[in-house]
């Protein structure tokens, strides 16, 4: 995953994998899924990020895995 955050426009990006978006659903105001033809999440648009999220939190994150999910991911 990358993170894009560009404050002049104060919008963040998420980028969940290498392939291209062929599209957008709008999940509310100034948030988007990007998504491919088959529907796969490929990246997360946040506008207006800092009224929305905490950018702190999100631009000095740490990631911490359920184990439950993990042992499924393996198995």
Request: proline share 3%; glycine share 6%.
């Amino acid at each position: 995953m990358k993170v894009h955050y560009d404050d002049e426009v104060d919008a963040l990006y998420l980028e969940l994998g290498d392939e291209p978006p062929e599209g957008a659903v709008e999940i509310t105001e100034g948030v988007n899924l990007d998504t491919t033809s088959r529907g796969k999440i490929v990246g997360i648009e946040i506008l207006d990020a800092s009224k929305k999220i905490d950018l702190r939190t999100i631009l000095s994150y740490r990631l911490e895995f359920d184990k439950d999910l993990i042992t499924q991911k393996t198995a």
